[in-house]
């Protein structure tokens, strides 16, 4: 079976962590994000993958290579211009032509059982079927109308917000009847059969949400919902990457994460952060529930507390993305202070 991993977008809510990488080639828990989708996607029986690009393509390359040492083939396509999530796959729509295909977004962490979705796909007779899942805490993620077991159209946001809590301990379960007022929000991973190029538009960009699936409902076409009850995580935030990877790590009876050739003074204190590679902590400095980039270096006596930093230089020149969280340089750092 065959994939796509939706990996071109800027991650403007991540900057200033992917000021030189996209957001799938950021580091989670050690190696890029992208690799994790990959190798998810290998345990689920996908051999091949195409992987689209165009905000930092080098950065994606480098983190997953020929996706050998992930257990897939891949190959890339570049988009000079972002094409969106059904754009992208009218570029890539060779790729696609022959079989049933699967799509995901780059920026999550799942253990969903494709297989399971699979199923569902092919009782349905589908020609897209999208993987769901019950919005218990009406985070801010759109509501996914259903009926049937089919899609019928996409609202907006939940009448309530919870935006600080991670998006996948949807608990406690509930039989179908009683989800019935709950809302439910799209993982951003579909089944697709290839006469969804029927409705794709040619050569401009598109959203498969927005433009296709619409389209393809008033068509009288099926869009199976697949709702499941396995784990998932949104990393499209700084507040979700640092509390998702406390959260993950912790199960290893861990409290930070350390990149490689990390340098760290005796009489220094690291607690629940993320520390990327080349990071230097002096003495006497201490470092709390924050993330360090690539080559960060922490004076001596200072105190970084629930903050994400970047090396200055990095930044220099650029203008922060109107979604970005608000930063200024301290020294020879970018420092973005996060709310709690």
């Known amino acids: 079976m065959r994939a796509m991993i939706l990996a071109a977008g800027y ?25 994790y989708i990959a190798e998810y996607l290998a345990g689920q029986g996908v051999s091949e ?39 992208a796959l ?11 295909f699967i799509v995901i977004n780059g920026k999550i962490i799942t253990d969903i059982d ?15 079927t999208l993987v769901l899942k019950e919005n218990f805490k009406r985070e801010r993620f759109s509501h996914v109308e259903t009926r049937d077991g089919l899609v019928t159209g996409f609202g907006g946001m939940p009448a309530s917000d919870n935006a600080n809590d991670d998006a ?49 409902i008033a068509n009288h ?39 490689k050739n990390c340098a760290i003074h005796a009489t220094a204190t690291i607690t629940e952060s993320m520390l990327w590679d080349n990071v230097t902590v002096e003495e006497g400095a201490t470092v709390n529930r924050s993330i360090l980039g690539d080559l960060v270096r922490i004076a001596p006596g200072a105190s ?8 200055a230089e990095l930044v220099a020149g650029q203008t922060p993305p109107k979604k970005a969280l608000k930063g200024e340089v301290r020294g020879e750092n970018f420092v973005v202070p996060l709310g709690r």
């Open 11 to 35: 991650g403007t809510r991540l900057w200033p962590l992917t000021a030189d990488r996209t957001k799938p080639a950021i580091p989670f828990l050690g190696r890029p994000l992208v690799g």
């Open 304 to 311: 970084i507390e629930n903050c994400a930093v970047v090396r």
């Open 168 to 216: 996948s301990d949807f608990s406690p379960k509930v039989s179908a009847n009683e989800a019935s007022n709950i809302p439910l929000m799209f993982t951003g991973i579909h089944i697709m059969e290839p006469r969804i190029f029927d409705y794709i538009p040619r050569g401009v960009a598109s959203d498969s949400v927005v433009d296709v699936y619409p389209r393809a």
């Open 49 to 87: 993958v195409m992987v689209n690009l165009h905000h930092r393509p080098e950065s994606v390359r480098a983190a997953l290579g020929d996706g050998s040492s992930f257990g897939v083939k891949l190959s890339y396509i570049e988009e000079p211009d972002i094409l969106g999530t059904s754009g």
């Open 114 to 128: 494709l297989q399971s979705a699979l199923r569902t796909h092919i009782e349905r007779g589908a020609l897209a």
């Open 221 to 259: 076409e099926k869009i199976a919902a697949h709702i499941s009850p396995e784990t998932w995580y949104e990393l499209s935030t700084i507040q979700r990457y640092i509390e998702i990877s406390l959260k993950m790590v912790a199960r290893e009876g861990k409290y930070n994460v350390i990149g």
């Open 90 to 100: 009218d570029n890539a729509r060779e790729f696609f032509k022959d079989e049933t």
